[in-house]
């Protein structure tokens, strides 16, 4: 069964919300790594770029389209301009195979648990 979600937002600029897609990959991996590179504190800290964090950002949005959990926003012209990604907890993450070794730091610091 597929499920299609769209919803118009905002009839002036036309910001439809919608579950991910395959066609919605590279666009989606590129602002993901592009906000991440550029506002998240720890990523900016490690000197992290936009084309380094993409081998964390690809790996997540592939699992964002497998489970079918997640949520982009397109503009009139059908870009990706935001995105949420969402996860089952009850599944294992996606396997991050060739990942930079400046965001090994940021993954053990989010992946540590406090006693």
Do not use: W
Request: with cysteine.
């Amino acid at each position: 069964m597929d499920i299609t979600l769209v919803k118009i937002i905002n009839e002036k600029h036309e910001i439809k919300f919608r579950i991910i897609q395959q066609d919605d990959f590279e666009q989606t991996v590129d602002l993901c790594s592009q906000v991440f590179a550029n506002y998240e504190p720890m990523t900016r800290s490690m000197k992290i770029n936009s084309k380094e964090f993409q081998t964390l950002a690809e790996p997540y949005c592939r699992k964002a389209i497998e489970d079918g959990l997640s949520i982009v926003a397109t503009d009139s012209n059908g870009k990706v301009v935001g995105f949420v990604i969402s996860e089952d907890l009850m599944t294992e993450p996606p396997p991050l195979d060739e990942m930079n070794d400046k965001i090994e730091p940021i993954l053990l610091t989010s992946c540590t648990k406090k006693n």
